[in-house]
T-cell receptor, first 117, second 112 residues
Framework: GAVVSQHPSRVICKSGTSVKIECRSLDFQATTMFWYRQFPKQSLMLMATSNEGSKATYEQGVEKDKFLINHASLTLSTLTVTSAHPEDSSFYIC?????????????FGPGTRLLVL | SQQGEEDPQALSIQEGENATMNCSYKTSINNLQWYRQNSGRGLVHLILIRSNEREKHSGRLRVTLDTSKKSSSLLITASRAADTASYFCATDVTGGGNKLTFGTGTQLKVEL
């Protein structure tokens, strides 16, 4: 149980285009979903927290107009990187909490590797 | 920043040996969690220890928490080559709304 999927797993795009990444909780209803970014050989940095039906809360320094988050249902959250540039190339990972009614534990997706040319 | 510091940054051991990783943090926490990440993959939750707990076991894993020193350790006993991965501690900060702040990570390599 508590499986989280992400799609796509890998995406290459041209500079200036927008990229949408989906995060789904497959076997539980996620009360909260989190989006992280991880640069090579570095730790995960939280970008934003989203609750179903409400606006995402962004961490300091994360541009909300550039990283659009939609949490339309209890099993799906999307992150759209708008007008992507090479410096946005990174590993994006989502997580979801709420499995079994517990909010403490986050279950992570497999990540999406974004390369912007 | 609340981000935890982990040491060592990298650890290389032989199969069968024990591996110990340490994590320090800065502010009051609800719990501390350890995760494993294989290269280029997502994170796997290993163990959660609450602020009122001092030690927890799960299989070959043993986690300790010292809130007075704001530190935790992860011990992997009888390591295997399959344990090769990066290990991160993450803190659920008091009043933080269940957000996790990740440490810098320890890269563990277990050699045959």
């Amino acid at each position: 149980g508590a499986v989280v999927s992400q799609h796509p797993s890998r995406v290459i795009c041209k500079s200036g285009t927008s990229v949408k990444i989906e995060c789904r909780s497959l076997d539980f209803q996620a009360t909260t979903m989190f989006w992280y970014r991880q640069f090579p050989k570095q730790s995960l940095m939280l970008m934003a927290t989203s609750n179903e039906g409400s606006k995402a809360t962004y961490e300091q320094g994360v541009e909300k107009d550039k990283f659009l988050i939609n949490h339309a249902s209890l099993t799906l959250s999307t992150l759209t990187v708008t007008s992507a540039h090479p410096e946005d190339s990174s590993f994006y990972i989502c997580s979801a909490s709420g499995a079994g009614g517990r909010v403490e534990t986050q279950y992570f997706g497999p990540g999406t590797r974004l390369l912007v040319l | 920043s609340q981000q935890g510091e982990e040491d060592p940054q990298a650890l290389s051991i032989q199969e069968g040996e024990n591996a110990t990783m340490n994590c320090s943090y800065k502010t009051s926490i609800n719990n501390l969690q350890w995760y494993r990440q294989n290269s280029g993959r997502g994170l796997v939750h290993l163990i959660l220890i609450r602020s009122n707990e001092r030690e927890k076991h799960s299989g070959r894993l043993r986690v300790t928490l010292d809130t007075s020193k704001k530190s935790s350790s992860l011990l992997i006993t009888a390591s295997r080559a399959a344990d090769t991965a990066s290990y991160f501690c993450a803190t659920d900060v008091t009043g933080g709304g269940n957000k996790l702040t990740f440490g810098t990570g320890t890269q563990l390599k277990v050699e045959l």
